[in-house]
T-cell receptor, first 114, second 114 residues
Framework: NAGVTQTPKFQVLKTGQSMTLQCAQDMNHEYMSWYRQDPGMGLRLIHYSVGAGITDQGEVPNGYNVSRSTTEDFPLRLLSAAPSQTSVYFC?????????????FGPGTRLTVT | AQKVTQAQTEISVVEKEDVTLDCVYETRDTTYYLFWYKQPPSGELVFLIRRNSFDEQNEISGRYSWNFQKSTSSFNFTITASQVVDSAVYFCALSERRYSTLTFGKGTMLLVSP
């Protein structure tokens, strides 16, 4: 199993550009989520999904869109990038989405918006 | 709302010293789960331990040990005889019963020097 994969590893965008961060898992996990990590802030939840076709907002959803058309994929879209979105983005998945589940994290995408 | 506080932003020790990383949490749920993750300089998140709210037994794994005290809402992590390879950022996190959404503390950077 590849686990949780994220592409790209690094990305530089100009303000106003759009892009999609890809996340895929091959463990048949129902629950997937996106976090962003900023210096001194820990990781904060952006969006999450409890299954295909179901998504919800986390703590910091503004400026990001998600959809979940398959169990395996959970892309994160930035429609109009802003410097405040410079961050490291982590995708995670867990088996059923219960609080007791261990979450499996991807390697992260480092995004810089200039 | 749930909250995790890691009051120690940065800790520096010399190899072979013992070090304790503090974690204090807040939640209204009676069933919840506490986690510790390690983030080495390479950037990935490494799962260390999960503890549920009904199990206050301390745990030891090699040089690592965890002290869970519900009375003080704390879940502290001790590294015995620290090594340079322990240098990393350590995150404490909390999830509640229903969803595996994690609330992270801001992290403690541990620097172990030779």
């Amino acid at each position: 199993n590849a686990g949780v994969t994220q592409t790209p590893k690094f990305q530089v965008l100009k303000t106003g550009q759009s892009m999609t961060l890809q996340c895929a898992q091959d463990m048949n996990h129902e629950y997937m989520s996106w976090y962003r990590q900023d210096p001194g802030m820990g990781l904060r939840l952006i969006h999450y999904s409890v299954g295909a076709g179901i998504t919800d907002q986390g703590e910091v959803p503004n400026g990001y869109n998600v959809s979940r058309s398959t169990t395996e994929d959970f892309p994160l879209r930035l429609l109009s990038a802003a410097p405040s979105q410079t961050s490291v983005y982590f995708c995670a998945s867990s088996y059923s989405g219960q609080g007791s589940d261990e979450q499996y994290f991807g390697p992260g995408t480092r995004l810089t918006v200039t | 709302a749930q909250k995790v506080t890691q009051a120690q932003t940065e800790i520096s020790v010399v190899e072979k010293e013992d070090v304790t990383l503090d974690c204090v949490y807040e939640t209204r749920d009676t069933t919840y789960y506490l986690f510790w993750y390690k983030q080495p300089p390479s950037g990935e998140l490494v799962f260390l331990i999960r503890r549920n709210s009904f199990d206050e037994q301390n745990e030891i794994s090699g040089r690592y040990s965890w002290n869970f005290q519900k009375s003080t809402s704390s879940f502290n992590f001790t590294i015995t005889a620290s090594q340079v390879v322990d240098s990393a950022v350590y995150f404490c996190a909390l999830s509640e019963r229903r969803y595996s959404t994690l609330t992270f503390g801001k992290g403690t950077m541990l620097l172990v020097s030779p």
